[in-house]
T-cell receptor, first 113, second 115 residues
Framework: AAGVIQSPRHLIKEKRETATLKCYPIPRHDTVYWYQQGPGQDPQFLISFYEKMQSDKGSIPDRFSAQQFSDYHSELNMSSLELGDSALYFC????????????FGQGTRLTVV | AQSVAQPEDQVNVAEGNPLTVKCTYSVSGNPYLFWYVQYPNRGLQFLLKYITGDNLVKGSYGFEAEFNKSQTSFHLKKPSALVSDSALYFCAVRDIKAAGNKLTFGGGTRVLVKP
């Protein structure tokens, strides 16, 4: 079965650089979520989209932005990177409805040096 | 606001023994509850969910969880643990009445099953 695809899997950036993370949801899933997981931490909700519109916003820094495109893939854009942005970034997708579970991608490990 | 608490950072259990991972939640409305498992450097894998109906929910890999509304708990259980169950387990909640559809995760519980 198709899963959530994230790219790249690993990314190394320098401070103050920008990064773009991509997420391709499971086909026919209309909701995409982004989470940030620091070392030894639980996943922290950043933002979600439903039918290409932002549906919920969590602790996403102003330096970050995200969008969902017409083909339902999503991109997380991160600017002015800081050392503290180093983390695993997960994308998840779900079908319509609050009762549905979210399926997670493998994550992108971002290292800021 | 919705929140989840997992009171144990780590649970140690011998292989073949019962495994319980605790979770309590707080929502303003009624909850949808989920359990996920995470292996090192991997994404979260869905195990099971409670939406409505029977309080005992069965999921993947022999796991089950019991919803207790009066205690606002949703503990994960497995009758006989395997070494391969060693992983990080997350409980998550979604408030039925909240705006948006985010899942809020607990802090995670590391399970170590010893041979």
């Amino acid at each position: 079965a198709a899963g959530v695809i994230q790219s790249p899997r690993h990314l190394i950036k320098e401070k103050r650089e920008t990064a773009t993370l991509k997420c391709y949801p499971i086909p026919r899933h209309d909701t995409v979520y982004w989470y940030q997981q620091g070392p030894g931490q639980d996943p922290q909700f950043l933002i979600s989209f439903y039918e290409k519109m932002q549906s919920d916003k969590g602790s996403i820094p102003d330096r970050f932005s995200a969008q969902q495109f017409s083909d339902y893939h999503s991109e997380l854009n991160m600017s002015s990177l800081e050392l503290g942005d180093s983390a695993l970034y997960f994308c998840a997708s779900s079908a319509q409805g609050r009762a549905t579970e979210a399926f997670f991608g493998q994550g992108t490990r971002l290292t800021v040096v | 606001a919705q929140s989840v608490a997992q009171p144990e950072d780590q649970v140690n259990v011998a292989e073949g023994n019962p495994l319980t991972v605790k979770c309590t939640y707080s929502v303003s409305g009624n909850p949808y509850l989920f359990w996920y498992v995470q292996y090192p450097n991997r994404g979260l894998q869905f195990l099971l969910k409670y939406i409505t109906g029977d309080n005992l929910v069965k999921g993947s890999y022999g796991f089950e969880a019991e919803f207790n509304k009066s205690q606002t708990s949703f503990h994960l259980k497995k009758p006989s643990a395997l070494v391969s169950d060693s992983a990080l387990y997350f409980c998550a909640v979604r408030d039925i009445k909240a705006a948006g559809n985010k899942l809020t995760f607990g802090g995670g519980t590391r399970v170590l099953v010893k041979p």
